[in-house]
Structure formats: C-alpha cells, structure tokens
C-alpha cells in the first residue's frame, strides 16, 4: 500500500513538473521554453514556419513573450491561441507571417513596433479583444485580410509610410468611428474595409489610382458628400455599395470604368447624377436603387450599359437622353424609372 502510493505519488509529482516546464528549439538560433503558463520565444533570428508547433495545441499558455535578437516570426506561428491574455513583440522584428496572431481573441492590448516592415495575410486576423490599432510607419504594405475582424477596434491610425492596402485588410471593423486614409496610399483592395459601418466620414486621398472591388461596401454610417478624388481611373465591382447616408456623389472625369454594382443602394444620393464622358462602360446594377437621384446625364463616352444598371431610380423626372455612342443596353437597365416621362 505505501509503494503504490509512493509510486502516485512520485508519478503526480513527475507529471506536475512536466507540464509546468517545456522547452526546444524553433529555428537555427531560437529556443522556445513554456513555464507556468508563459511561453518565452528567445535566440537570434527568425522563427521557422511550420506545420505545427510545439506548443499549438496547449491551452495553459496565458502570456507570449518574443525577446529582442528576433527578427522573424513564421506564418501561424501562433495561430489560435485564445487561451493568450498577454502579447510582447520586441523592436527587433522586423517581418510578421502570413496567420501569426490569427484567432488571438483573449489578447486587448497590441502593440506592434517600429521595425515591422511587412504584415502578412491574416496576421492579426480575427483579435477581437483588441481595442486600439496603430500601425506603426515603418509598415509600407498590408497584406491580405491583415486585421480582419477585429470588431473590438475603436481606433485605427494607419500611417503614412503604406502604400498599399491589401484585399479585406480591415474588413469588419464595425467598431471604427473615424478613418484616415494616408496620401502614400496608391491602391485599396477588394474589401479593404467593408462593413466598417460605424465610419461617419471618408476622405480619400488624390494619390489613390484603383479602389478595388466592394472596397468600402457596407459603409451605412458615412454621411454627407462623397468625393472620389480625380486621380482615380477605376472603380471595383459593389466599391461604395450600400452607402445609404451618403447623400452627394462627385465621380471625376479620371473614372473610365465602373465596376458592377459600384454604388448600388446609394438611396441617399439626391439631386442630380452626372456621370463623366471619361467613362465608356457602365457595370451591372452600378447605380441600382438609387431613388433620389432626380436627373441623370450619361454622356456620349458610353458605349455599354449593364444589366439593371440605373433600375430602380424612380426619382428621375423628364425626360432621359441615351447617348448614340452607346452600342449595347442590358437587361433592365432602366426599369422602374417611373418619373421619366421621354425616352431618346
């Protein structure tokens, strides 16, 4: 009797000392410890990607602390891990993979330092316990779907320093009230920040060029006049799509295309819609359901009116001229105009 419980005893005893304390090797020069709960990352260099690490699996692990002499860190490499209420990431890094912090939802503060260069996709995706953003202006692109979900952010600063934003990068910030996008910024990717819906004002910089499909779609609480600024040759497919509270819109004479659905559901917009003779071809649904719009000009630049293009526009009164330069008119393009009362 007295073995057997020596024996559990000591087995207790083992098992207790081993989960408090693990160690390894990540990387040519880095050493990874876990000890009671806090998994320290030290060593010079980066930390390799791989398809699973050590410690992945463990919900024990409340802190992460990464020690200065990293400059690393590899995609996923710590992906989902919920159980983390505390993050320090040193000035020493200067790269962050693709999935790093992704799913990091017990995490409220975030710091990231000035030596991050560049942000891969979904590196900080889904941290929704994180309440303010700063992006610090050493970063010049952000990757894919970088901060998506992080409905818990009320404040974002993006730098001047970024050139490029990349697809979804901070889609589903419902929580941001104010937004300012930097004039390094060139390009805006496909759903860059859709349904950020707490947004009341945008202002988008003459250095942006192309605003990528659905880019701002689901903006509801943007107000007042939207101007795209003339430097702008491209507008995506859904890019201003159900922007309801904007109630004046400027498309500059730059725009040569408007992507389906571009400002579909604009119900807001009133007065009269003028379309520049830089544009050659309408998209499906472009301007759907834009009630209060009540006169409309197409000019004779157009060549092709997409499908349902200008239906639902009931507001438009007179008469609607369609230009001889257009060759091709899709489906329903102008149904439910039921003001207009003569068609050229």
Known sequence: MKKTFLFTLLSATFLATS????SGTCGTDCHWDVTNGVLTISGTGNINTSSSYPWSSSKDITTVVVQDGITGLGNRVFYDMSSVTSLTIPDSITSIGDGAFSGMSGVTSLTIPDSVTSIGSSAF????GVTS????????SIGFNAFGG???VTSLTIPDSVTSIGGAAFSGMSGVTSLTIPDSVTSIGNEAFKGMSGVTSLTIPDSVTS???GAFRGMSGVTGELVIPDSVTSIGGMAFGGMSGVTSLTIPNSVTSIGDGAFYGMSGVTGELVIPNSVTSIGSQAFLNMSGVTSLIIPNSITSIGNEAF??????????VIPDSVTSI???AFLNM???TSLT
């Open 19 to 22: 989960a408090m304390a693990e």
């Open 311 to 320: 239906k639902g526009m009931s507001g438009v009164t007179g008469e609607l």
């Open 150 to 152: 992080m409905s818990g």
């Open 338 to 340: 039921s003001g207009v």
């Open 125 to 128: 995706s889904g941290m929704s």
């Open 133 to 140: 953003l700063t992006i610090p202006d050493s970063v010049t």
């Open 330 to 332: 899709g489906s329903q």
């Open 211 to 213: 605003i990528g499909n």
